[in-house]
């Protein structure tokens, strides 16, 4: 009975210690507690007194009895933000008066080398070198490791190769990389590559089998394998066909036809997709004056050709008249687009079905 009664004394004396024990920590929690809130009080103190600030400088600075903005137009000129200068300078009448006459009277932007030697380029004759008018070319070049189009764009600027020039660029093999650009550029593209001891690859057949690196074309015999490198060369052009720029692709379509990678019917479908057809030009009724000018025309000038009307018509020079792509015409009906001829009299003809039937050819 009494070591009962003891070891219940000890339950309650253990209990008793962590009673105290937890107390005690609850006066430092309270503590705690108590200087957080005091920094939370004194913060609130502080942005009240920032509102205060703000509120001064808004009554000071007159709001309402300005009238309501309106644009400004050339005579008049634009007024700075008053209230954000006079809060940031603390003086709005520090800032200089700005007129559309001074925007207009600023003096155009330098030339850059890269504009001069386009115009350069545009003003002047082409010149006379053994490359074809307008040729372009593929040029390949090793890499040692894989990188995206942007990247390889990223290095080129790193060695000051312009990438305007750059018309496109793609992988046709593992560790190569092919660049399209114009022969003219040719030179200069590779002496930049000099500079850092890099060097274009020569002889690269973008059509050999052995570039296809994929397994599970392994097994194929060698014909296939060929014509599988030739199917995914020629994807390769079309991608390019429909990324550059549209002045661009007459001559690299021409380009790609000539190399026998694209054949001229395709080529011609996506000039067709990507390039608006032009107006033709349409034969001018007869003039009311001709009958005048041909009273008083001298005996020793030539006859003028008299119509079966009875009314008397200079004889037309026999000359071809071309369309935009350079195609000779041979009738006086031609699809006319809002691009080209948006105010265009008389019926618009629809085009053929075909586009091929009166296209240039670009083998020639």
């Known amino acids: 009975m009494s070591s009962t009664i003891e070891s219940r004394f ?19 929690i309270n503590q705690k507690s108590d200087q957080r809130f005091a920094a939370v009080f004194q913060r609130l103190e ?3 007194s920032r509102f205060t600030n703000l509120e001064t400088l808004l009554t000071k600075t007159p709001s309402n ?3 309501t903005p309106q644009p400004p137009s050339a005579a008049q000129p634009i007024e700075p933000n008053s209230k954000a200068d006079a809060i940031a300078t603390g003086n709005p009448q520090s800032q200089p008066r700005t007129t559309w006459a001074n925007i207009a009277a600023k003096p155009p932007a330098p030339l ?3 504009k001069r030697q386009a115009l350069h380029r545009m003003f002047n004759p082409p010149a006379a070198t053994d490359t074809q008018n307008g040729s372009y070319t593929f040029v390949y070049l090793s890499r040692s490791r894989r990188m995206n189009r942007s990247q390889i764009r990223s290095k080129f600027r790193d060695i000051s190769i312009d990438n305007l020039r750059i018309l496109d660029l793609n992988f046709p093999a593992r560790n190569a990389i092919g660049v399209l650009l114009h022969e003219a550029y040719l030179p200069e593209f590779k002496s930049k590559l000099l500079e850092i001891d890099a060097r274009v690859i020569e002889d690269f057949n973008p059509l050999d089998h052995h570039h296809i690196a994929d397994p599970k074309y392994q097994d194929l015999s060698v014909e296939s394998r060929a014509n599988l490198a030739k199917s995914l060369h020629r994807d390769r052009c079309i991608r390019t066909l429909y990324f550059i ?6 001559g690299v379509a021409k380009y790609f036809v000539r190399q026998g990678w694209v054949s001229n019917e395709l080529a ?9 057809r032009p107006a033709k030009r349409r034969v001018t009724p007869p003039s009311g004056a001709a009958p005048t000018i041909q009273s008083s025309q001298p005996s020793g000038l030539p006859a003028l050709v ?3 009307t009875g009314s008397a018509l200079q004889a037309p020079p026999s000359t071809t008249l071309h369309d935009w792509f350079g195609n000779p015409v041979t009738t006086q009906e031609m699809d006319i687009t809002p691009d080209f001829a948006s105010n265009a009299s008389g019926s618009v003809s629809s085009r053929p079905s075909s586009p091929i039937s009166d296209a240039v050819d670009l083998s020639q």
């Open 112 to 114: 850059n080398d890269r």
């Open 306 to 308: 008299t119509s079966t």
């Open 268 to 276: 011609q479908d996506i000039m067709y997709q990507r390039l608006p």
């Open 245 to 250: 720029r549209p002045h661009l692709l007459p």
């Open 65 to 67: 009895s300005q009238p």
């Open 46 to 48: 502080h942005f009240e």
């Open 10 to 28: 000890e339950n309650i004396l253990t209990a008793l210690e962590r009673l105290s024990t937890s107390l005690d920590r609850q006066a430092e």
